[in-house]
């Protein structure tokens, strides 16, 4: 390289000279000398340049060997410090396991002297306070006892009023309503009427969810008795829907499709009233029981009623024919009373046609039959038939009482 650095030196001198020959000559000396100066020195630098690469080599070759041994030695260190950390872990659980053991013996001798402590406190509290403390716990047996009779009372006086109403209820339920003949009017009697008022007034207290079918039919007996047709029908057609799920007589089912159909034909739903007339004749009427021939026999002469409202007059006369024929000889006192409401209907159709005379006759036929019958209810009919007769012959004799 330094030959280079030479043969370039020389190169530029002489181009120099060549451009410019005769103006600077003495600067062509001065490189002269520089270059034959480098010259002249060329070979020690050489022998310094070796020497210095030799050194060089030593220094990397010593640099080596330090690197091995510094490795070595540093992966001793590793491996002593990793031992160390090993026994400082060991040491650490260890102490950790000392610590815990002492500290549990120190839980449970501190939760014994606690317990102890606690124990004679007890004492001395109970020994200081026994007395009071068993007076107010005397006194506390003593309210309860009391409230305890107080409940037993309230729940006596509850049961015997729910037994006084149940019986209440259970009185109106059995009784029968009384619809409204144009040509035998009548109404319950005061007892009556009072015997459902009061079962009402019972029932007030018994959440409607659990009304029986005959719950709601004494509400309706009542609503019916108020002439508050539209609540009593409902209240009749629920019990009719209860009776449908849980069972009750096939008396009990006569007399709410009764009371439903005499409350539609008070609302003038007279054609509903007299299918519910004839549902009660096709279900009962091959029943030998007297009550169910009695709920047959007022449905037949309730729907001659209504036939005769619905201008089927005819059909009406008929009908009371037909149960003057089939219940006429019975003694039982109720089918009594119907036959002689249907012979009566049949004569204040007669009347209504103008038959005066036919039915002037149909209604002696009553008197002649009936006069001396002792049932109240047949009484009540003899007398008001007896009212329609002296209006059919103008006679002035005293009218009979309505009932």
């Known amino acids: 390289m330094l030959q280079f650095l030479l043969s370039l030196s020389l190169c530029l001198t002489f181009t120099a000279t060549a451009a410019q020959p005769s103006e600077q000559p003495t600067e062509i000396q001065q490189l002269k000398l520089q270059v034959q100066t480098l010259q002249a020195t060329a070979p020690q630098q050489q022998e310094d340049i070796k020497q210095l690469q030799q050194q060089t080599q030593k220094l990397t070759n010593d640099f080596a060997v330090f690197t091995q041994v510094s490795s070595k030695q540093l992966d001793m260190q590793d491996k002593r410090i990793s031992d160390l950390s090993i026994y400082i872990a060991f040491f650490g ?14 839980y449970f001798t501190a939760k014994g002297r606690a317990k102890q402590e606690a124990e004679e406190i007890s004492k001395k509290w109970f020994a200081d306070n026994g007395s009071e403390f068993t007076d107010e716990i005397d006194k506390l047996r003593n309210r309860v006892s009391a409230i305890q009779n107080e409940v037993e009372e309230h729940a006596n006086k509850t049961k015997k009023k729910m037994d006084e109403d149940g019986q209440k209820i259970a009185i109106a339920a059995q009784l029968k309503i009384i619809p409204s003949d144009p040509s035998l009017p009548s109404k319950p009697s005061d007892e009556d009427l009072q015997t459902v008022n009061d079962a009402n007034q019972a029932l007030k207290s018994k959440p409607e969810n659990d009304f029986t079918a005959e719950d709601h039919f ?16 409902i209240s009749f057609e629920k019990a009719i829907d209860i009776a449908d799920t849980v069972p009750v007589s096939a008396v009990r089912n006569a007399e709410f499709i ?16 007299v299918k519910l007339y004839n549902q009660i004749q096709q279900r009962y009427d091959k029943e030998t029981s007297p009550d169910l021939r009695d709920s047959v026999a007022r449905a037949l002469v ?8 619905l201008g089927k007059k005819q059909e009406a006369i008929e009908l009371s024919e037909y149960i003057a024929r089939i219940y006429g000889n019975d003694d039982d006192p109720n089918l009594r009373e119907q036959t002689a409401r249907a012979i009566g209907n049949k004569g204040f159709t007669l009347a209504e046609l103008g038959k005066e005379q036919e039915a002037i006759q149909t209604f002696e036929e009553i008197v002649k039959r009936y006069a001396d019958d002792p049932e ?7 007398a008001n038939t007896r009212q329609l007769l002296n209006e059919l012959r103008g006679d002035n004799e005293p009218e009979a009482e309505p009932t």
């Open 302 to 309: 309730n729907k001659s009623v209504a036939l005769g409202k």
């Open 93 to 106: 659980i260890l102490i950790t396991l000392v610590t815990f053991v002492i500290n549990l013996g120190t």
């Open 376 to 382: 109240p209810a047949i009484q009540r009919v003899v």
């Open 258 to 273: 009764f009371a439903r159909a005499i409350t539609l034909d008070m609302m003038n739903r007279t054609e509903e009233a």
């Open 218 to 233: 004494v509400r309706g007996l009542n609503e019916f008795n108020a002439k508050r047709f539209d609540s009593a029908l």
